[in-house]
């Protein structure tokens, strides 16, 4: 069961927490289900050059708080706070477009909150970030999954690591996959705290999805 689903949907309310919290009626959850994956999608576009490890979206009525962990803060939050004005007033205007094709009259109140991730060279996300790009810069993938497979390694937090790659690699005709695996990975284990994410890889021969999985010793006090 644990090599065929995502390791943090296993581990929902037993290890890890929920990025979105909030709870609505039966006949308004789609609405809101659509601001989420609209949000999502805006932060990711906006500001992915940021090394975004985590969005947490909380609701309470009509006000978001809208909670980004990122590598580098400082492309979000910009000189003297602009960026994250233009963001608010970025999200606020989609969503107020989206609520008028639903037939909502409520105005949305966004807040930001921005926090930094020290420790970038262990987050899963921003390591499958950090390979696409290198594959759209056409670096030779095993070299490219052998350095990022070193570099985490190297980090004393981490038991294990893995990571998988998908598509036409180096070009190829035919679609492939390929792995690279150091460590232990205890996939099943509940308590066992593995870090997932995904990415992708838009090269000139077609899209590469990336998976990675990093294993960061047992959770014992939840």
Not at 18 to 30: D, G, V, Y
Not at 67 to 73: K, V
Not at 182 to 206: H, M, S, V
Request: net charge positive; with cysteine.
């Amino acid at each position: 069961m644990g090599q065929k689903i995502r390791p943090n949907s296993l581990r929902l309310g037993v290890t890890q927490d929920w990025n979105a919290c909030w709870m609505t009626k039966k006949n308004n959850f789609s609405n809101l289900l659509e601001e989420d994956v609209l949000i999502r999608k805006i932060i990711d576009s906006k500001i992915k050059n940021a090394g975004i490890d985590k969005v947490r979206i909380e609701r309470i009525g009509n006000n978001y708080q809208i909670s980004i962990r990122a590598a580098r803060p400082g492309l979000i939050i910009g000189r003297g706070g602009k960026g994250v004005e233009e963001l608010i007033d970025l999200l606020k205007t989609k969503i107020q477009k989206l609520r008028a094709e639903q037939h909502v009259k409520e105005m949305p109140n966004v807040s930001l909150n921005i926090e930094e991730l020290k420790r970038g060279e262990v987050s899963s996300a921003i390591v499958g970030q950090n390979i696409a790009l290198d594959l759209e810069k056409r670096m030779p993938f095993r070299r490219t999954l052998k350095k990022y497979v070193e570099q985490v390694a190297q980090n004393r937090e981490v038991k294990g690591i893995k990571i998988k790659v998908s598509g036409r690699l180096d070009g190829n005709e035919i679609s492939r996959r390929e792995q690279l695996t150091r460590g232990k990975l205890p996939l099943q284990t509940l308590r066992a705290n593995i870090d997932y994410g995904e990415a992708t890889a838009f090269c000139t021969y077609g899209a590469i999805g990336i998976k990675v999985w990093i294993y960061k010793g047992e959770i014992f006090d939840k």
